[in-house]
């Protein structure tokens, strides 16, 4: 597996906002092709317009990192994910992003993201790197996160066709950099029980889909 390093968090992005701690988000999936321009679209604006109708920071967090993978054009399927021990189906999102300084890679940031519901009543986002674990949750009532150690399995695959981008489409509180190149890269993933709020979550081991993003910051 590739290093999980080190990368800034966009505005609103809650999870692992301290310091150069690394957040990870992931998608589980049943198939590596990506969905529709229409779906990716639907879901993006959606959820842009219910992180804005919100005052819950943790869930308007995780909306907007959802948004921004699906605008730069990450497949959207199904995974198992678990609330104190009870496995349930949700829609999921993944995607690897690095940041190269120069063309050198200097942090990356994967991300798993799940959801119930065309109105997302309950989103979970794993993320993992540098040892860091984050559990971001933005459910109605129970909204948080966890951020601790821990030694999450991510195996990366080889990487696949380029991403279709719909980064022209993107609202404006959606941040999302244009990436140097992107592709579609499957993974093997397994994230342990964390607690936010005393309900637990976690993500049994099973096979992703998602992306690879690659950004580049010049140097100063």
Same mark, same amino acid.
């Given at each position: 597996?590739?290093?999980?390093?080190?990368?800034?968090?966009?505005?609103?992005?809650?999870?692992?906002?301290?310091?150069?701690?690394?957040?990870? +988000?992931?998608?589980?999936?049943?198939?590596?092709?990506?969905?529709?321009?229409?779906?990716?679209?639907?879901?993006?604006?959606?959820?842009?317009?219910?992180?804005?109708?919100?005052?819950? &920071?943790?869930?308007?967090?995780?909306?907007?990192?959802?948004?921004?993978?699906?605008?730069?054009?990450?497949?959207?399927?199904?995974?198992?994910?678990?609330?104190?021990?009870?496995?349930?189906?949700?829609?999921?999102?993944?995607?690897?992003?690095?940041?190269?300084?120069?063309?050198?890679?200097?942090?990356?940031?994967?991300? %798993?993201?799940?959801? &119930?519901? &065309?109105?997302?009543?309950?989103?979970? $986002?794993?993320?993992?790197?540098?040892?860091?674990?984050?559990?971001?949750?933005?459910?109605?009532?129970?909204?948080?996160?966890?951020?601790? =150690?821990?030694?999450?399995?991510?195996?990366?695959?080889?990487?696949?066709?380029?991403?279709?981008?719909?980064?022209?489409?993107?609202?404006?509180? $959606?941040?999302?950099?244009?990436? $140097?190149?992107? &592709?579609?890269?499957?993974?093997? $993933? +397994?994230?342990?029980?964390?607690?936010?709020?005393?309900? =637990?979550?976690?993500?049994?081991?099973?096979?992703?889909?998602?992306?690879? %993003?690659?950004?580049?910051?010049? +140097?100063?």
């Amino acid at each position: 597996m590739r290093p999980l390093l080190v990368r800034r968090l966009p505005r609103r992005r809650v999870i692992g906002a301290i310091g150069a701690a690394i957040v990870v +988000a992931a998608c589980s999936s049943d198939a590596v092709s990506g969905p529709s321009t229409d779906r990716n679209l639907t879901l993006m604006l959606r959820f842009d317009s219910m992180a804005n109708e919100t005052n819950d &920071d943790a869930r308007a967090g995780a909306l907007l990192q959802i948004a921004q993978m699906l605008a730069e054009g990450a497949p959207v399927a199904t995974g198992a994910t678990e609330t104190n021990g009870s496995t349930q189906r949700m829609n999921m999102i993944a995607e690897l992003e690095v940041t190269d300084f120069n063309g050198v890679p200097g942090d990356s940031e994967y991300t %798993v993201a799940a959801w &119930d519901g &065309d109105r997302a009543r309950q989103i979970v $986002v794993f993320s993992v790197g540098s040892n860091v674990v984050g559990v971001l949750v933005g459910t109605a009532g129970i909204s948080g996160e966890f951020i601790g =150690t821990g030694s999450p399995t991510v195996t990366l695959g080889a990487l696949g066709a380029s991403c279709t981008s719909f980064l022209a489409y993107t609202p404006i509180d $959606v941040e999302a950099p244009l990436p $140097v190149r992107c &592709d579609l890269e499957p993974a093997s $993933v +397994a994230f342990g029980a964390d607690t936010v709020h005393q309900v =637990t979550y976690a993500l049994p081991a099973q096979s992703v889909a998602g992306i690879r %993003v690659e950004v580049n910051i010049p +140097a100063p």
